[in-house]
């Protein structure tokens, strides 16, 4: 009887076409949103030739809303975007996608319009029009555009980006443009390019926003600055998509190119062309902020360029540097893959003796713990028990855990901490973390046989009794649990 009451299409085709109908209407009353997917779907039935007439006219009525999308309303509207969408791609697409192509271009446009009257902090309504984006490639395909004239559709889609709503379409459509059409767009935006270079601004003169984020804005010598930028990094994801390093090197001033991240991009990109030699200069040139430890884009980098000049022993010198000063496990490994066979047992011993004297606890601690090499952890954690900051919960937290099995006493000096900060900071939102780290810490007590010069689970309690009693907030969790 109960699998007969359960909600799926099966169970629901036994009521029958016309109660189901019934039900649609009846369920749908008073639900715009369910009433317009209803449309949709008798338009998609009846004919493609209604079913875009019924999105155009939606599409309409979206551009004209002027009402402000709260929270509560989001979701809706998200759901009626979701719903165009679909129509578009999955049903009109398959029949005619010159039509379908027509109409993303036009959901696109909704964009700025709803930005403009929706708070979309958590980013679910730029996922609709990224994932929307993102189909333009397909469409082009199918319908056979033009290139030339998809182009300069690309164009003016790049020159009113102001929400990022545009990002991804030049990959989406870079593959169906081809060289032709990215030249030509590259033409274009060249020629655009040079118009801000040589033009003087003039008062309350207006440019396009190539960028995100910046908006139409009066032309000030600022302004114009960010126009020719925003121009730059366009043409720097055109000559990505043609396989230009050139072009791509050629969109960055002289002192842009001693930027860490840029010179990492581009040295990449070197390697890449098979231009390895050229790319160690571009290296050698970028200013770090800290001379003895570079950023970590220039480290890879930097091994990428050497081991494609089969300069093995440099890279190697780099990861091991780089180890030495970060302690990162992803370097050490890579290091070690790469030493002799046998010489990596001494490298790895070595190495774990670094990181046990690194002067940093945290990082120490992390590190060996994901190694891992728990007995030095906690060799580390007891060494170092009285300088421990228990307020970086993300690390010590995990690391007790991992710890607990093996090497409890070091667990419970990570507990402790935690429950200290937590209570000598009175951060009564971490109490319940706090109430939970002490019953631990008495479970822990069970496997302890000596603890040494720290205090019993006695002692310890009584020192909280002692100086942190009044916190019954703290106190009443403990014993809850």
Excluded at 42 to 60: N, Y
Excluded at 131 to 147: V, Y
Excluded at 170 to 194: A, F, I, T, V
Excluded at 422 to 433: D, E, G, K, M, P
Aim: proline share 2%.
């Amino acid at each position: 009887m109960a699998a007969k009451q359960t909600l799926n299409v099966k169970n629901l085709e036994a009521l029958g076409a016309q109660r189901l109908a019934e039900l649609l209407i009846e369920i749908s009353t008073g639900d715009a949103a369910a009433k317009r997917r209803l449309r949709l779907e008798l338009a998609g039935a009846s004919s493609s030739e209604d079913l875009v007439k019924e999105v155009r006219k939606r599409i309409v009525a979206i551009a004209r809303s002027t009402s402000f999308v709260n929270w509560q309303n989001r979701k809706a509207l998200v759901s009626d975007l979701e719903t165009q969408h679909d129509a578009i791609i999955n049903k009109i697409g398959k029949e005619n996608p010159s039509i379908a192509l027509e109409l993303l271009w036009r959901f696109m446009d909704l964009a700025p319009s709803i930005y403009e009257r929706c708070d979309d902090s958590r980013g679910i309504i730029s996922s609709v029009f990224s994932s929307a984006c993102s189909d333009f490639g397909i469409l082009a395909q199918a319908a056979k555009a033009d290139t030339l004239d998809l182009a300069n559709q690309v164009y003016d889609a790049l020159l009113n980006n102001s929400y990022g709503q545009f990002d991804n379409l030049l990959k989406s459509l870079s593959p169906y443009l081809g060289s032709n059409g990215l030249e030509h767009l590259r033409k274009r935006m060249l020629e655009l390019k040079r118009s801000f270079l040589t033009a003087k601004p003039g008062a309350k003169q207006t440019k396009p926003d190539l960028s995100r984020g910046n908006g139409i804005v009066y032309v000030g010598e600022y302004q114009y600055d960010s126009y020719i930028r925003s121009a730059s990094y366009v043409l720097r994801n055109i000559a990505d998509e043609l396989g230009d390093v050139d072009g791509y090197i050629a969109e960055f001033k002289e002192d842009e190119k001693c930027r860490p991240r840029v010179a990492a991009d581009i040295a990449v990109r070197l390697v890449k062309a098979g231009r390895a030699g050229e790319a160690l200069t571009f290296l050698d040139n970028a200013k770090s902020r800290n001379e003895n430890s570079p950023e970590l884009e220039l480290v890879d980098a930097r091994i990428s360029v050497l081991e494609a000049l089969n300069n093995k022993v440099e890279a190697q010198s780099v990861r091991v540097d780089h180890f030495k000063q970060t302690l990162s496990a992803s370097h050490l490994r890579d290091y070690l893959r790469n030493l002799p066979d046998f010489d990596d047992m001494e490298a790895e011993e070595e190495a774990l003796q670094h990181a046990e004297s690194f002067k940093g606890f945290m990082t120490s601690l992390h590190f060996l713990v994901k190694w891992p090499a728990l007995e030095l952890a906690a060799r580390v954690v007891l060494l170092r028990a009285s300088k421990i900051d228990g307020e970086n919960y993300e690390i010590l937290s995990p690391s007790a855990e991992a710890l607990s099995d093996k090497f409890p006493l070091a667990a419970t000096v990570l507990l402790r901490s935690m429950i200290d900060f937590s209570l000598t900071n009175a951060r009564t939102s971490r109490y319940v973390h706090a109430a939970r780290h002490f019953l631990q810490c008495e479970d822990l007590a069970k496997h302890i046989e000596s603890y040494g010069a720290l205090e019993t689970h006695q002692d310890y309690h009584a020192r909280l009794v002692l100086k942190h009693g009044r916190k019954d907030s703290f106190w009443s969790l403990v014993t809850k649990k």
